[in-house]
Nanobody
């Protein structure tokens, strides 16, 4: 059973940066696909970024390209989301997710989820 624990959220001013971490246990971390999703109040959960280290492949939603970077540290079983140039519209609960089937942007394609970490960007 894979367990995911996020950390690193908080309150930041627009233009600032945060780095989210997701520590994984119980799975084959080095070959799994790891992703970040986010959910703002009253909105559906949406894809942010994903990484599949077996093929060194990443994917980003258009609104975060050039601002966010996803990375993995297989030795620490941790995936990161470096978020720069944050905007108020980035405010959401950010979730870490995992699967063993490759990079997908749909929530239903991910089997394991963390509890979420709040990111709030003030204007």
């Amino acid at each position: 059973q894979v367990q995911l624990v996020e950390s690193g959220g908080g309150l930041v001013q627009a233009g600032g940066s945060l780095r989210l971490s997701c520590a994984a246990s119980g799975g084959t971390f080095s070959s799994d696909t790891m992703a970040w999703f986010r959910q703002a109040p009253g909105k559906e959960r949406e894809f942010v970024a994903a990484i599949r280290s077996s093929f060194i492949t990443t994917d980003y939603t258009d609104s975060v390209k050039g601002r966010f970077t996803i990375s993995k540290d297989n030795a620490k079983n941790t995936v990161y989301l470096q978020m720069n140039s944050l905007r108020p519209e980035d405010t959401a609960v950010y979730y870490c997710a995992a699967n063993s089937r490759g990079i997908w942007r749909q929530v239903r394609e991910y089997d394991y989820w963390g509890q979420g970490t709040q990111v709030t960007v003030s204007s």
